[in-house]
């Protein structure tokens, strides 16, 4: 199986490139394959759906259903070699969870670091549906 992405400019929405890859290839594969067909010497942001993804995450886990052609936009981040290298994308928060009555592991939430609280919240609370009672955040101990 082979997957058509076509990467846009997320200011503009001009096509960049249209690369094929396999569903197990990873957003650092697919960032690679944009900048060698489109020519860039920039570092490329990718995002899915306004989320910045990470380069662990593959096709698969990005795109699911049955089609085989998707969009992803990038953002080029230009290098100014006397100052800095281009900053790397910010990355999204890992962040394990463990019911606090059961003890029960949940599975790791992934959460933008610019996300609000609230956002943190209710999807804890979507991921825990089976434990009963008040959903509270501890970050080092201390009520969030």
């Known amino acids: ?73 990038v953002v080029r981040c230009e290098p100014i070699p006397a100052l800095a290298p281009a900053p790397k994308a910010p990355a999204n928060w890992n962040i394990n969870i463990r019911g606090g009555l059961s003890g029960e592991a949940q599975p790791a939430l992934k959460i933008w670091p610019l996300d609000p609280l609230a956002s943190l919240r209710a999807e804890v609370i979507r991921q825990m549906l089976g434990e009963a009672g008040p959903v509270q955040l501890l970050l080092n101990g201390q009520l969030l």
Do not use: C, K
């Open 1 to 73: 199986l082979v997957v058509q992405v076509s990467a846009h400019l997320a200011m503009s929405g001009q096509l960049l490139a249209s690369v094929q890859l396999d569903p197990t290839d990873n957003v650092a594969r697919l960032r690679e394959r944009v900048a060698e067909e489109a020519g860039e010497t920039s570092s490329l942001w990718v995002l899915v759906d306004g989320r910045m993804v990470q380069d662990h995450e593959t096709l698969a886990e990005l795109f699911f259903g049955n089609s085989t052609s998707f969009r992803v936009e």
